[in-house]
């Protein structure tokens, strides 16, 4: 929660070998989310037109599912919300898995691109201006970012 609360990263994700703990801490932080929160389960998404549009239907304000969209669309929508609420908001990815970074140029390819979704979403800026959008990922393995984001990976263990 300090993570998240506090100092330059926007990308926290909990990683670790299955049935450790993960989406049950990651619950844990969401619940006590103080500003608005949107979660989104990734597990059996292996493609970004399918991130796309689950995020998009987390950020729908209404009893209606979402059934034509734009991966651009996903961005403005994100990017109003962002500027109509001042408090910070927290975006939970569970079981991102797929995204954070395997092996081969498929997994490769497919990691950059989420990445990129990430930054998007985030918008981030040069400016030093503090971002109010917060994201909180589940994976088994580390997110793979490169310099390009500001990710902090944090093990989930057994004791």
């Known amino acids: 929660m300090t993570r998240l609360t506090t100092g330059s990263t926007s990308v926290v994700n909990l990683y670790g070998t299955s049935g450790v703990g993960k989406t049950t801490l990651a619950i844990k932080i969401y619940s006590n989310w103080s500003g608005r929160k949107l ?3 990734f597990r059996g998404i292996n493609d970004m037109k399918s991130v796309h549009f689950h995020v998009l239907n987390a950020l729908t304000v209404s009893d209606k599912t979402v059934l034509i969209y734009e991966g651009n669309l996903v961005i403005v929508r994100m990017e109003l919300l962002k500027r109509d609420i001042q ?3 927290l975006l939970l990815l569970d079981n ?3 995204f954070a970074g ?8 497919l990691n950059v691109t989420f990445l990129t979704f990430l930054r998007r ?6 400016d030093g201006q503090k971002l109010n959008l ?3 990922t589940t994976s088994r393995t580390l997110l793979r970012h490169g310099d390009t984001l500001n990710v902090h990976n944090f ?5």
């Open 102 to 109: 395997g092996q081969g140029d498929a997994a490769t390819d």
């Open 87 to 89: 408090r910070d908001i």
């Open 121 to 126: 979403l985030l918008g981030l800026t040069t």
């Open 96 to 98: 991102v898995d797929q």
């Open 39 to 41: 979660k989104v389960d």
């Open 155 to 159: 093990e989930v263990r057994k004791r």
């Open 134 to 136: 917060k994201i909180l």
